[in-house]
């Protein structure tokens, strides 16, 4: 299965639910958490054992290469490249890798760059489902997300009906900006804002982040009644 974690903004907690999701799951499965972040990503600085050498770009023909296995954790990962170096990597190769890598693990979980290069358009295309993580307290991460959506629908870049909504740092229930997207996109989870927070791996998130890895293995992609209800409401008020 094909996880790819997206929001078109940086900042949001994208780079940290995509590894808190492979620990989740790796618990039962064999997880590859797969960095297709030029920006740079943050791969490297959240798991210190990493080469950054060993990478996507360097290992691009033998991708099996390329993976390595964070110090005590039982998921694999695949490092990313650096700003500019996404030219070097063609569709075919990220479409032959993902192939590869799918074939071999039971999950795949994409974490893919806030600014939309050519190269991730297949791996949307080609996920099972992609978790956009929005930011409630601000209105700047929704208003990208209505944008960017906006223009992958226009241009039939991919089929948004595998989209579902992620809201992270959450400190209010009540729906304030996400409700105004005019894509009928699922909110599928909510994670909370925490204070102490120690990482990927803290206890309190992997305990949220496990109901997320629930409702993806079982395809529970209920409807959130008070979602639907404010949508309803503001359907003609879009960002």
Known sequence: ???SIFSPKGGVG???IALALAESL???HRVVALELDFSP???VSLLPSI????NILTYKHDILSAVQKPHGKDFDVIVGGYPGEHEHITREDIKRCIEILKFKYEYVICDIQPGIVELVLDVLQQSDKV???????FITPVARINAVLDWISVNNLSDLKNF???RNKVTNRELVYIDKIKHSMKLVHDVPFYKKFKGYDDKKLQKNI???AGVLKNGTFGENKKFWFFRRIFSKSYL
């Open 14 to 16: 994208k780079t940290t």
């Open 131 to 137: 978790l956009v993580v929005a930011e409630e307290n």
């Open 1 to 3: 299965m094909l996880i």
């Open 26 to 28: 790796s618990k039962k």
């Open 210 to 212: 496990k109901k997320l």
């Open 164 to 166: 579902v909504f992620v």
């Open 41 to 43: 990503g943050d791969f």
């Open 51 to 54: 080469d950054p050498k060993k």
